[in-house]
């Protein structure tokens, strides 16, 4: 096969694509493929995507067309486009839509475009337990409590259902947001991309909204999104989040910007069970237990309210026993909200079919370039492993051979050196393992936050933070998630979990929020240079350069990052 120019883009049968990372219209097709495939692998010249049916579904589900999608692909590939990949692709796109379940009365239905297809369905075994009487001609009826469940059985045999069977108003609540922070009268309005996500979650208030993903980046204002919706919705509103202080963090956020009153805001936690027309909980109280065989006694949260509107904050933590009560709830409008879509479960089809497809997405380095996130440099810097660990390390299993890498001794020296480095600005060290944290805390003489630090110490310490009192300051993953540290410019990431790109998403987001002096914000990871450390860190970077973040890889040596010609490479 003859090529066709100097084009990015390689595409293959089996539907993966291969792209050129130094290529002068590298950015041009990286944009166009974080609208409908998968990033898989993100070495330093050929990044590796995927297309799959999910992905095609969420972006017909976003308003992506078939035939731009290969008009796209045809115009930046090398060579042809092979022809079982157009087609996959029209086939896959057009199969959103084919399949609706609408209301008729007090009826549920499935509805299909097709006899044919409708037949197929209901002789799936899959489907036949949540089905009622005999189909008609386009449509047979659905029982009324399996709206959920039909949906994921039916997406795992490759049917998308459109859902557009309507929502329940649940009870009133009227709000709005001000024009000004209650506090300080701080002038207040919604950023266009906030008001448009709002927009295209509520769709008019039609039954083609109400259920769905918004994905922005961390600092981009997820919270205010979930307000603006709030707003269009005016209806009681269930929100879960990931920690007691994401629950503060949105109550503050409720109470500055709208005009709710603390009577009408309530916090179901731990600490304060209140429950009023908005409360806000956490994943960690409704799936409390007293035993693993003992039902989930925060559940009846679900029906203690007359919730209009649920929202599902860091929607990609979701536990899965609140995927199963969710699939319960389909009548009440349903909002994610995320950074990523990736799971490290890969119960990303669970998020489509239960919470809703993508509706909403913006590139992180579009809304940098906007000024609405601070420029991100993404540094990694690879440590040696220390001579006499060495030994000890080859003759561990893989899971001790991550831990050693990550816990490496060596690292604290490069931590130190990258602090005198920053001197001056707000510094945040993340890391995985206590012990390690612990000794690095010692060794540097800051305060350490982890999951057993008191909720009004955390507060203490994350507020004096904020002042600038606390220049440096050690969290575990507890700082992972919903912390606002606007003023945090440096973070160095001193071990991490395995290859997880959800944690990458929320640890670089923590210096993403825009800096009052216009200043570059900077993300350092370190590794342990030829061990399990690096391999799983591979695997992070995957987030990195899905939001066309570049990242550097220097020698701990150098401290100094390297220009992009180094040697090392540039990701």
């Not at 095609?56 to 008009?71: K, S, T």
């Not at 199969?95 to 475009?113: C, I, P, Q, S």
């Not at 075994?125 to 089905?131: G, I, N, R, S, V």
């Not at 890969?346 to 601070?374: C, H, N, T």
Request: proline fraction near 5%.
């Amino acid at each position: 096969m003859s090529g066709r120019g100097d084009e990015p883009l390689i595409i293959q049968g089996d539907r993966s694509i291969l792209l050129e990372a130094r290529h002068p219209r590298y950015e041009e097709a990286r944009d166009l493929l974080a609208r409908f495939a998968e990033l898989v692998k993100s070495p330093e010249h050929i990044h590796t995507y995927r297309v799959t049916p999910l992905s095609l579904w969420n972006a017909a589900a976003a308003g992506e067309q078939a035939e731009a999608v290969v008009a796209g692909l045809e115009a930046l590939s090398r060579y042809p486009v092979p022809g079982n990949v157009v087609t996959d692709i029209r086939d896959a796109m057009a199969k959103y839509g084919r399949l609706k379940l609408v209301r008729d009365g007090e009826a549920l239905l499935l509805v299909a475009d097709d006899p044919l297809l409708l037949a197929e369905v209901c002789r799936s075994a899959t489907a036949q337990a949540f089905l009622e009487g005999r189909p008609g001609r386009d449509r047979v009826r659905v029982r009324p409590d399996a709206r959920g469940v039909l949906k994921q059985s039916l997406l795992k045999l490759g049917h998308p259902i459109e859902d557009l069977a309507g929502y329940v108003d649940g009870a009133r609540l009227s709000l709005a947001l001000r024009s000004a922070t209650r506090t300080d009268g701080e002038p207040f309005q919604l950023r266009l991309y906030q008001k448009n996500a709002a927009e295209v979650f509520h769709a008019g208030g039609s039954a083609r909204g109400g259920s769905g993903v918004i994905v922005l980046p961390c600092g981009a204002g997820k919270t205010l999104v979930g307000i603006a919706a709030m707003e269009k919705l005016q209806t009681h509103t269930l929100v879960l989040t990931t920690s007691l202080t994401a629950v503060r963090q949105w109550i503050r956020e409720l109470l500055e910007r709208t005009t709710l009153t603390p009577d009408q805001v309530g916090e179901y936690t731990g600490e304060e069970k209140s429950i009023r027309p908005v409360t806000i909980t956490t994943y960690q109280i409704l799936t409390w237990r007293k035993s693993k065989t003992d039902d989930f006694a925060h559940f009846r949260l679900f029906d203690r309210g007359d919730w209009g509107f649920i929202v599902y904050d860091e929607v990609h933590l979701l536990p899965a026993p609140v995927f199963r009560v969710t699939a319960d709830i389909q009548a009440r409008r349903r909002l994610g909200l995320t950074a990523t879509l990736v799971r490290e479960d890969e119960k990303e089809d669970d998020v489509f079919s239960l919470i809703g497809p993508k509706k909403y997405d913006v590139p992180w380095k579009e809304l940098e370039r906007q000024g609405w996130i601070a420029t991100a440099r993404c540094v990694e810097v690879r440590v040696a492993l220390p001579e006499p660990l060495r030994p000890r390390y080859a003759l561990s299993d893989a899971r001790e051979k991550f831990r050693l890498a990550s816990e490496n001794v060596a690292k604290f020296p490069v931590v130190e050196s990258l602090i005198r480095r920053h001197e001056g600005e707000q510094i945040l060290v993340i890391g995985q393992y206590l012990d390690q944290l612990k000794d690095l805390a010692r060794r540097l003489g800051a305060p350490l936050i982890t999951g057993a630090t008191r909720q009004k110490d955390r507060e203490d310490l994350y507020g004096r933070f904020r002042a600038g009192e606390l220049p440096v300051l050690l969290v575990s993953k507890v700082g992972n998630f919903a912390i606002d540290l606007p003023d945090a410019s440096v973070a160095i990431q001193i071990s991490g979990t395995f290859g997880s790109r959800q944690e990458e998403a929320q640890r670089l987001g923590r210096v993403l929020r825009p800096k009052r002096d216009g200043q570059t914000a900077t993300f350092y990871s370190l590794v342990t240079r030829n061990t399990r450390d690096q391999e799983f860190a591979a695997n992070r970077q995957l987030f990195l350069t899905e939001q066309g973040y570049s990242y550097e890889i220097v020698d701990a040596g150098t401290v100094v990052p390297l220009p992009a010609t180094a040697a090392d490479g540039v990701a």
